[in-house]
């Protein structure tokens, strides 16, 4: 690690972080955190100020100690240094990425052996970029691990989130959570199900009959709304089934109303809708993507003359004053968007191959655990093998053999699961970034060639909020491709071309540049 003169960074500070509790009781510990960065800090001999720490889980809003620390900088212009562990630590989204850039800080990732600081190199600055977009995109990947054991839950017929209006949450008989009925609310639930079947009653009467009945929140005590009423009467999970991820499961929950009167609303519900849209005759490539900036309002394709296709804004809040647009020129802006999310491939395979480096650390750290586990494991089996042998020389009795070999057995079994737990830590989260690099850089190419249909589930992919406002389209790219954009953006302003003619950048690859040192 290049290391600058300890007199210019005295004083700093130290950042904890753990994202879930699992990650606090193995190997990623707080204590092993503070541990790692304080032998860190004396061994360049750099004084820490304050300490902070952050427990929390993938998604919770919110970093309490994270805001103090950025708090504490800049009341304290003198501290400029931040020791965390690694990337993944200190950023979970591209805002705390800016806050911390625009304090001109010097932030030490120890366990990655890197330094990035306002005078490191242009490549640098890059590589610690998309470093930000790999621990956004792992924390993402935290999140799709959460999804996916609430649909295992919901496969087991086990509703897997808080518990509607009318039910309440409870640990079920086999010590999972589950859902049954609330005795104070479940029966005007019932009630208003059987209201609202007779077809005497319009949905704003019955959200009157159940508030006089007494329906409230649980905890504020506050009556539902009109359009609450209405997303209870379209809930499934009232039958016994509920809906989850767009399928439909068979619930063991208790039920609240027969599926023949839930049904029977839900008829004279579509009842009360208008006639429905007509599918339209043409697909084109932008319908239900762009809104018109004058007023809001969606723009829609229309084919002129069998062949051009022109887009316009629906009017439906009067008349607009933008102009009809061909889908040509809409194809250009977007594609002219996309380009900012592509790299020189040999940039691209560069950056790619800096974060397999990147990721050898981390491989080594969880190879030692489990090393360090199955001796674990295989110490505790010599444990029962020796004392079963006692057992049968008389020295123990059964009933002491059987309690000390079970409490062991168990440490064993919680042992196995963490091995397993370090096996498969972060397998995909490289590939999986990578794949992501890939898929950025080939955007603008895909975008081009692809049939309208395609063109349509790309930009929904990539883009949002899309709206055009006097010949110019503008858009927000979703995360986590709106950090590699402003990683591209930053690189072009410092000097960073990503898409020259030529494809060479012999002022910063790394066989240019011997001094470079690689992530890891």
């Known amino acids: ?86 990337t993944d630590r200190l950023y979970r989204n591209l805002k705390d990425w800016v806050t911390l850039d625009e304090l001109d800080l010097e932030i030490h990732f120890v366990k990655e052996n890197v330094i990035v600081s306002p005078s490191s190199r242009s490549s640098e600055k890059l590589m610690h970029g998309i470093k930000v977009l790999m621990a956004k995109n792992y924390i993402d990947n935290l999140s799709e691990e959460t999804r996916k054991g609430m ?32 005795p104070g609310l479940s029966p005007l639930i019932t009630r208003l199900f059987e209201w609202y079947g007779t077809g005497q009653y319009s949905l704003l009467e019955v959200t009157r009959l159940v508030r006089r009945a007494g329906m409230g929140y649980r905890k504020s005590g506050a009556t539902p709304p009109k359009s609450v009423i209405h ?23 208790q039920p609240l109303v027969s599926r023949e009167l839930w049904e029977h609303v839900q008829g004279i519900l579509d009842g009360r809708v208008g006639n429905r849209r007509q599918k339209a005759k043409h697909d084109f ?10 007023c809001g309002c969606a723009l829609v394709g229309e084919m002129k003359k069998g062949r051009y296709v022109y ?36 940039v691209l395979e560069w950056a790619s191959e800096a974060l397999r480096q990147s990721h050898r650390d981390e491989k080594r750290f969880h190879e030692q655990a489990t090393a360090r586990l ?19 020389d008389g020295r123990i009795d059964a009933a002491f053999f059987d309690r000390k070999a079970a409490e062991w057995r168990e440490e064993q079994d919680r042992l196995l699961r963490t091995i397993e737990q370090h096996q498969t830590a972060n397998q995909n989260y490289l590939e999986e970034g990578i794949r992501l690099l890939e898929l950025a850089h080939r955007a603008p190419e895909l975008f081009e060639r692809q049939q309208p249909q395609e063109k349509r589930r790309l930009l929904d992919f990539v883009l949002s909020n899309s709206t055009w406002k006097g010949g110019e389209l503008t858009a927000e790219f979703r995360q986590p491709f709106d950090m590699l954009y402003v990683v591209n953006r930053n690189n072009a302003g410092a000097g960073i071309t990503t898409s020259g003619s030529e494809g060479r950048f012999e002022n910063w690859l790394p066989r240019q540049d011997s001094n470079l040192q690689p992530f890891g």
């Open 231 to 253: 997303k209870i009467l379209r809930n499934r999970i009232y039958t016994g089934d509920f809906d989850w991820d767009g399928m439909t499961y068979r619930g063991f929950h």
């Open 374 to 392: 199955q001796a674990e494991y295989s110490r505790l089996q010599d444990r029962i093998d020796a004392m079963y042998l006692d057992k049968l």
């Open 151 to 182: 649909l295992e839950k919901a496969e087991q017929g086990i509703w897997p989130s808080y518990a509607p209006l009318g039910y309440c949450n409870v640990m079920g008989p086999n010590g999972k959570k589950t859902i049954e009925p609330d």
């Open 285 to 294: 490539a932008f319908s239900g993507i762009i809104r018109c900036g004058h």
């Open 1 to 86: 690690m290049n290391r600058t003169d300890s007199r210019a960074r005295a004083t700093g500070v130290i950042y904890g972080r753990v994202s879930s509790k699992d990650q606090e009781k193995e190997g990623f510990s707080i204590p092993a955190q503070l541990r790692l960065l304080r032998q860190y800090a004396t061994s360049v001999g750099l004084r820490v100020e304050e300490e902070y720490v952050d427990v929390e889980t993938a998604k919770r809003a919110g970093r309490q100690s994270f805001g103090t620390m950025v708090a504490f900088l800049k009341r304290h212009p003198s501290c400029r240094v931040i020791l965390v562990e690694k």
């Open 311 to 346: 887009y316009h804004c629906t009017g439906y809040r009067g008349k607009c004053p933008e102009p009809y647009t061909r889908e040509e020129i809409l194809e250009q802006r977007f594609s002219a968007l996309l380009k900012g999310l592509s790299m020189d491939a040999e």
